[in-house]
């Protein structure tokens, strides 16, 4: 879409969209520049939570890096425990029993079907329907209690190790993981797709609005659903498997049109196949410990180690360089919203205002994971 | 020819000279041999990456031109201070998205005192960004950037924190 001819003249003037606003869901400020309600230049202006992780990452060691993993994408917090452990023990050669990699992936898909479920609550409240959050904390609330019961905490877990997870889980986790996928399947149906899916008010504010072609993908660098909302089949559990995803059956949701509702299906399919990888886990749970052997002080043999894990918001990378010390030389985060939301500014030219924020919704950002 | 190969055979064309096939784990390591330019396949369950470039630094866009070319996306740009050395590398990852899976980590040393490195801006707009990063943290300038200023921190910081010599 551009700008409609008798709109462009020089008359614009400058919207400053943020830190503190509603709908950027953090301390995100977009500079824009704007012709009437149209948008002629939009840009992120980043830094605003800027802890900077990757010092603290030199300053510890390997281990005393974990807590810090879950305080960058709050919502996917596993995921970034998963990424961090699979990079350390990638380096150092640990292995991890087989039990301990099954409890990993059921619990990080279960964090990953809260990560969608509150971006699905966030993302309507931003177009203004009120009662679907309640709905998707209702059914949120019985995974935080279902983490809670494993992992001690209810947002910022810390619950991985180099070699195993921190802790068993139990009969009543996995009963109540069996008994929440049952509700959460039972409700889909009428509380998610029918009251909002299909609602038209929703259809006309996203469908057809924010196009991201795959070639913006790939010259940007998007991953996650927004990739596969515009027909990039791309899945790090599927093209660069880990843990033991090649052991279970899953599909990979890709939808073509690259519009906002596009993303919104990706997402809505997502959490069906993340409960079908949990019950194929607990069907299939084999026995034995769930902390391998892992040495107390980890000296990983000199050299550059990259691994990559799927977030609910992509593809998020560690890069991380080793002198043969007890903490890292050097780490770099990829982090999947970063690259996600360098397309924002190309995109939302030309866009309305009130289309853009639809748009920025459907990126589903994070924003203590794009400032680290 | 697998996927590895032909990126390989593509990229072999930039450096004249083969390399080495010393392995290039080693780099931090005093005792290694020092790693030639070139394009070496490294072990990707080991390291993650299945091709490991060495170049200087005016051929990273050469490079990064092959790259876009073949399809590849960039993952990211990292720096890295080599205090001792007296040197910045520059390390960008590119990899496939979707089909056959193959990451290419491309690496280029430069003068700590000067430190420059021509941006990738123009062939990956996502460049932008990442370099703009480095630049905050280590204080490496892209020439040519279209707007190199900080993105992270505040904009009237005079310090680069990731550098190793740094003090708070």
Not at chain 1, 24 to 43: F, N, P, Q, S
Not at chain 1, 165 to 172: A, K, M, S
Not at chain 1, 263 to 292: F, T
Not at chain 1, 336 to 363: I, Q, R, Y
Request: hydrophobic letters at 40%; one cysteine or more.
């Amino acid at each position: 879409m551009t700008v409609p001819v008798h709109l462009r003249h020089d008359e614009t003037f400058v919207l400053n969209l943020g830190p503190q606003h509603p709908a950027t869901h953090g301390v995100l400020r977009v500079k824009l520049t704007m012709d009437g309600e149209y948008i002629v230049k939009a840009e992120p202006v980043l830094g605003y939570i800027h802890r900077m992780h990757e010092k603290m990452a030199e300053n510890g060691t390997f281990a005393q890096f974990m807590p810090n993993t879950a305080r960058m994408d709050y919502l996917h917090a596993l995921a970034f425990n998963h990424g961090w452990a699979l990079v350390v023990e990638r380096a150092a050669g640990i292995e991890v029993p087989e039990r301990a990699e099954y409890i990993r992936v059921i619990t990080v898909e279960l964090n990953r079907i809260a990560s969608h479920l509150l971006w699905w609550a966030a993302f309507l409240l931003d177009l203004g329907g009120f009662t679907p959050l309640l709905y998707a904390f209702d059914d949120r609330e019985k995974i935080i209690d279902l983490l809670e019961r494993v992992t001690g905490s209810r947002l910022t877990y810390c619950y991985l190790r180099f070699g195993g997870v921190y802790n068993d889980i139990d009969d009543e986790f996995i009963a109540g993981t069996r008994d929440f996928i049952k509700r959460l399947r039972g409700r889909m149906p009428r509380l998610y797709h029918d009251l909002v899916t299909h609602n038209i008010i929703l259809i006309k504010r996203i469908k057809d609005i924010g196009f991201v072609t795959a070639e913006q993908c790939r010259r940007y660098g998007a991953t996650g659903p927004v990739a596969r909302g515009s027909g990039i089949d791309y899945d790090i559990r599927k093209n660069e498997p880990y843990s033991v995803y090649p052991e279970f059956d899953f599909d990979v949701p890709v939808f073509t049109e690259g519009d906002s509702m596009a993303r919104y299906m990706v997402r809505m399919h997502e959490m069906e196949q993340s409960m079908r990888i949990i019950e194929q886990a607990l069907d299939k749970l084999p026995g034995g410990p769930v902390m391998g052997k892992a040495p107390k002080v980890l000296k990983p043999e000199a050299g550059y180690y990259y691994s990559a894990v799927e977030t609910a918001r992509g593809s998020l990378g560690h890069r991380l360089v080793c002198n043969g010390d007890k903490n890292p030389y050097k780490l770099k985060l990829r982090s999947p919203t970063f690259s996600n939301l360098s397309l924002f500014g190309e995109v939302a030219e030309g866009m309305l205002l009130a289309d853009a924020l639809a748009f920025m919704g459907s990126l589903d950002l994070v924003i203590p994971e794009i400032d680290r | 020819m697998g996927l590895v190969e032909q990126t390989q055979a593509a990229l072999a064309e930039l450096f004249p000279e083969p390399a080495l096939p010393a392995a290039p784990a080693g780099e931090g390591d005093q005792e290694a041999p020092p790693r030639q330019a070139g394009v070496v396949v490294t072990d990707a369950a080991r390291h993650g990456s299945h091709l490991d470039v060495l170049c200087r630094p005016d051929q990273v866009v050469a490079v990064a031109r092959v790259l876009d070319q073949d399809g590849y996306f960039l993952e990211a740009i990292s720096g890295v201070d080599w205090l001792d050395k007296g040197q910045f590398e520059v390390i960008y990852d590119y990899n496939r998205l979707g089909g056959e899976h193959c990451r290419v980590t491309v690496r280029a040393l430069v003068d700590r005192n000067e430190p420059a490195v021509p941006t990738i801006s123009g062939v990956f707009p996502a460049a932008d960004w990442h370099e703009r990063e480095t630049f905050d943290f280590y204080g490496i300038r892209f020439q040519d950037h279209p707007n190199l200023i900080r993105i992270l921190l505040p904009e009237d910081a005079d310090f680069h924190p990731l550098r190793k010599d740094y003090m708070p």
